[in-house]
């Protein structure tokens, strides 16, 4: 069980919360190595989780100049990585629970999550490296003519100043910049151009965060039981804690050592307030009491029907 002078007594003592009757505490703010290993990975989680969710968010919002492109052209894996952003930051939430809180219970879901987050993580890097890698200008060609409706590509040729694929006279969007003797270029190239450049830097930094996510991972796994030196919630064994039966049994035996040492009467007086100040008044128990010593058979008699009443 865990003691009083327990860096993590009853699993929520510490900076946030009191003692053990109300008041304050004063934390022995010692961490031990898995601790603070632990602390170095979630900080790190913490980091790059945020900043793919504030960049996805800021690509939604329109404030990088090519964001609506990123978002029609690339948006499957965008999506993901607005997943994979969105439950590594979730999963850095529980990792602060377990450390802060210094309980265990957090921490389970928390190496479990990171699994999740892994696939989630490398699913956009895989998809942008395989549409990069193998003919993407074909991809690009099926995109524009298939995929992409009028709302799409006017979005691309108003970012990149561009008109129709590749002339005003090939599937154009009509706007005020782009008509049939517009004199802007087709958007084949400078599209196929883009795509090319950030894919190659998506999948880039999408692979580069995979060393450190199984870092990540491995620490979570071989750190998140020890936050504290002692394992587990220092909790007694359910085989080892007293039931009823054997609280009977116990009161029994110390009834008869008190009748034999002070006689019935002062026994089941003791008793009775025993059994009042630990809240057992209903606890059933059938007393065996020995003979007091100076008695004989009478005093026998007086002693079990003075612990029976």
């Known amino acids: 069980m865990p003691d009083d002078g327990d860096e993590d007594f009853d699993?929520?003592?510490?900076?946030?919360?009191?003692?053990?009757?109300?008041?304050?505490?004063?934390?022995?703010?010692?961490?031990?190595?898995f601790k603070w290993t632990f602390?170095?990975?979630?900080?790190?989680?913490?980091?790059?989780?945020?900043?793919?969710?504030?960049?996805?968010?800021?690509?939604?919002?329109?404030?990088?100049?090519?964001?609506?492109?990123?978002?029609?052209?690339?948006?499957?894996?965008?999506?993901?990585?607005?997943?994979?952003?969105?439950?590594?930051?979730?999963?850095?939430?529980?990792?602060?629970?377990?450390?802060?809180?210094?309980?265990?219970?957090?921490?389970p879901y928390y190496t479990f999550f990171l699994w999740i987050c892994f696939g989630l993580l490398v699913a956009p890097g895989y998809l942008?490296?395989?549409?990069?890698?193998?003919?993407?200008?074909?991809?690009i060609n099926a995109q524009w003519?298939?995929?992409?409706?009028?709302?799409?590509?006017?979005?691309?040729?108003?970012?990149?100043?561009?008109?129709?694929?590749?002339?005003p006279f090939v599937e154009a969007t009509?706007?005020?910049?782009?008509?049939?003797?517009?004199?802007?270029?087709?958007?084949?190239?400078?599209?196929l151009h883009f795509e090319r450049r950030i894919l190659k830097i998506w999948y880039t930094i999408v692979f580069s965060l995979v060393p450190l996510h199984i870092m990540i991972?491995?620490?979570?796994?071989?750190?998140?039981?020890?936050?504290?030196?002692?394992?587990?919630?220092?909790?007694?064994?359910?085989?080892?804690?007293?039931?009823?039966?054997?609280?009977?049994?116990?009161?029994?035996?110390y009834a008869s050592q008190l009748a034999e040492q002070y006689g019935s009467d002062v026994a089941s007086d003791i008793l009775a307030r025993s059994r009042s100040n630990l809240g057992l008044e209903s606890l059933p128990y059938a007393p065996q009491t020995a003979s007091v010593s100076s008695g004989g058979g009478g005093g026998c008699g007086c002693a079990h029907e003075g612990m029976g009443t």
């Not at 009509?174 to 599209?191: E, F, N, W």
């Not at 002692?230 to 029994?252: T, V, W």
Request: hydrophobic share 40%; net charge positive.
């Open 11 to 33: 699993g929520v003592s510490g900076i946030w919360f009191g003692g053990k009757e109300g008041g304050r505490t004063h934390p022995r703010m010692r961490w031990n190595n």
């Open 39 to 107: 602390f170095m990975a979630n900080v790190f989680l913490s980091v790059y989780a945020l900043t793919g969710l504030i960049s996805c968010l800021l690509t939604w919002f329109d404030v990088f100049e090519h964001a609506d492109i990123v978002r029609v052209g690339s948006r499957t894996e965008f999506i993901l990585s607005n997943i994979a952003a969105a439950a590594a930051t979730i999963t850095s939430v529980f990792g602060w629970a377990g450390i802060l809180l210094n309980n265990h219970s957090f921490l």
């Open 128 to 139: 942008t490296c395989k549409q990069r890698t193998f003919n993407l200008e074909g991809k």
């Open 145 to 167: 003519s298939r995929n992409l409706d009028a709302a799409g590509r006017l979005h691309i040729q108003n970012r990149l100043h561009c008109c129709g694929y590749y002339s």
């Open 174 to 191: 009509v706007s005020q910049t782009c008509y049939a003797r517009s004199i802007l270029p087709g958007c084949k190239a400078s599209y």
């Open 217 to 253: 991972i491995l620490a979570g796994l071989l750190c998140s039981n020890h936050v504290t030196y002692r394992f587990g919630k220092g909790m007694m064994p359910k085989a080892y804690r007293l039931s009823l039966n054997s609280m009977a049994i116990i009161m029994d035996h």
